[in-house]
Structures are given as C-alpha cells and as structure tokens.
C-alpha cells in the first residue's frame, strides 16, 4: 500500500502552497523566496520534488516558466495574495516599493503594491535635463518639454 504524496507537506517551514495556472508553487511571504512542484520522469519512474525559483537576470526581474510560457514572479505574487486570484486588471501594474537591488527579496508580499501604469511609471529615473520642463522621453528617444 503506498502513501499518498502530499507536496504542501514537503515545503520548508513559512511557504504557502498555491496554484498557478494548474502549476502548484510555494511561497515564502516574509522573503520573497518561491518554489515551484516539478514532476521529472526519471529513470525509475516519476521524481516528484520542490525545486528553488531563482531570481532572474532580466532586469532583475524573476521569471517562472508555466506551462509553456515564462512569466514574472511578482505579478504571480500580487495576483494571488494581493488581488484575491483574479488576474491584474488592465490599465494597473504591480510595484516595488523598494527598488534597491534585483534579489528575490524584493518580491517578499510586503514590499508589493497593485498600482496604476502612471504610478508605476514614476519609479523610473528620467534622464534630467538643466531646464526645467525638459525631459528624456525614452519611448522617442529624444528631449521633450512639458510639465509631467
């Protein structure tokens, strides 16, 4: 008679089990860390294990690969802890609060925030020019005056 396999008995200890998109995903709210259920076809059948979710190097930004696409971790975050599971509406961002360095612990539940695109577009350093009202628009890549 074999036991059955409880995954969310075998994350570390402060890590939330959770679903993704049918992906099952572990979380640790206090740092930020994830861990995602992989199911391996080994030599001796199926290896079930948690495997770490490193931080990315994109940007500093984490991905996770789900399914057949790579999707960012904080937004996966906010969706399920800070948006009650439902997606993040259009026209609203997720933000850090603190934009320090690009380790996981930027993605820890209190350093996230559902923001407005504008909101979130102000944590970007704009290239500033000696006169006031002038600005780096980089979508253009050229200077632009105005009042932002």
């Known amino acids: 008679m074999s036991i059955p396999l409880n995954p969310e008995a075998m994350l570390p200890a ?3 089990a959770f679903t993704h ?3 099952l995903l572990g979380y640790d709210p206090l740092t930020g860390r994830g861990m995602k ?7 001796s059948g199926k290896a079930h294990q948690w495997t770490p979710i490193t931080p990315g190097t994109t940007r500093g930004r984490t991905h996770v690969q789900i399914n057949s ?3 960012l971790w904080h937004r996966i ?9 439902g997606p993040i509406p259009t026209g609203l961002a997720v933000d850090h609060r603190e934009h320090v360095d690009g380790t996981a612990a930027q993605d820890r539940l209190a350093n996230l925030r559902i923001v407005t695109t504008r909101e979130n577009g102000q944590n970007l350093k704009p290239r500033s020019s000696q006169y006031a009202g002038v600005y780096w628009h980089k979508r253009k890549s050229k200077w632009e005056s105005g009042v932002k």
């Open 14 to 16: 402060g890590f939330v």
């Open 21 to 23: 998109e049918g992906v």
């Open 37 to 43: 259920w992989n199911i391996n076809a080994g030599r």
């Open 69 to 71: 696409s790579k999707q």
């Open 77 to 85: 975050i906010a969706q399920h802890f800070l948006n009650g599971g």
